[in-house]
Antibody, heavy 118, light 107 residues
Framework: EAHLVESGGGLVQPGGSLRLSCGAS????????MNWVRQAPGKGLEWLSY????????FYADSVKGRFTISRDNAKSSLYLQMNSLRADDTAVYYC???????????WGQGTLVTVSS | DIQMTQSPSSLSASVGDRVTLTCRAS??????LAWYQQKPGKAPKLLIY???SLQRGVPSRFSGSGSGTDFTLTISSLQPEDSATYYC?????????FGQGTKLEIK
């Protein structure tokens, strides 16, 4: 069974940076595309970013384009999200998610909370 | 970007009811549409992929239909544990987008 564990969340000041990590186990990480999804407190789900199996193809939501960078290390079965120029509206639970062959999100981490506040 | 609109925003129904939730895309997404269930404090869970395929382990009372721009998620006989928020997501193009969610409560 796929298992995803996010880490790296916490409190950061506006304008600051944070790097989220996601460790994968229970499946062959290098065989799957991965995404990041977030959820602001009391709000709905927001898709953020996609990375291909090789890491060569990336996509971002307009809300984070130019500020966030997705990356992966297949040798370490790990996914990352570098977040720069953080704003108050980036406050959310960030989920690392696996994309199935049918392009649906079939596995979610437990999420890590990022709070942007002074 | 493709906008996903779900209706209703909230719904209250009784155990045993047949419930239908709707998701509409601002442009066609073929059948690249998934449905997720999220309970408070938990990560979402995949219910339906490719518009109508039931994810392994999901009860058969859940079903999905539609293609193009109009999709439905149907719960044939509502159970108490189905109280949750339901989201649709299109996977036809980037950026992937979610609907705003439908909160389903049990009377």
């Amino acid at each position: 069974e796929a298992h995803l564990v996010e880490s790296g969340g916490g409190l950061v000041q506006p304008g600051g940076s944070l790097r989220l990590s996601c460790g994968a186990s229970g499946f062959s990480f290098s065989d799957y595309e991965m995404n990041w999804v977030r959820q602001a407190p009391g709000k709905g789900l927001e898709w953020l970013s996609y990375i291909s199996i090789s890491g060569n193809t990336l996509f971002y939501a307009d809300s984070v384009k130019g500020r966030f960078t997705i990356s992966r290390d297949n040798a370490k079965s790990s996914l990352y999200l570098q977040m720069n120029s953080l704003r108050a509206d980036d406050t959310a639970v960030y989920y690392c998610v696996r994309v199935s062959e049918w392009v649906a999100i079939d596995s979610w981490g437990q999420g890590t909370l990022v709070t942007v506040s002074s | 970007d493709i906008q996903m609109t779900q209706s209703p925003s909230s719904l209250s129904a009784s155990v045993g009811d047949r419930v239908t939730l709707t998701c509409r895309a601002s442009e066609g997404v073929r059948t690249w549409l998934a449905w997720y269930q999220q309970k408070p404090g938990k990560a979402p869970k995949l219910l339906i992929y490719a518009a109508s395929s039931l994810q392994r382990g999901v009860p058969s009372r859940f079903s999905g239909s539609g293609s193009g721009t109009d999709f439905t998620l149907t719960i044939s006989s509502l159970q108490p544990e189905d109280s949750a928020t339901y989201y649709c997501q299109q996977a036809n193009s980037f950026p992937r987008t979610f609907g705003q969610g439908t909160k389903l409560e049990i009377k």
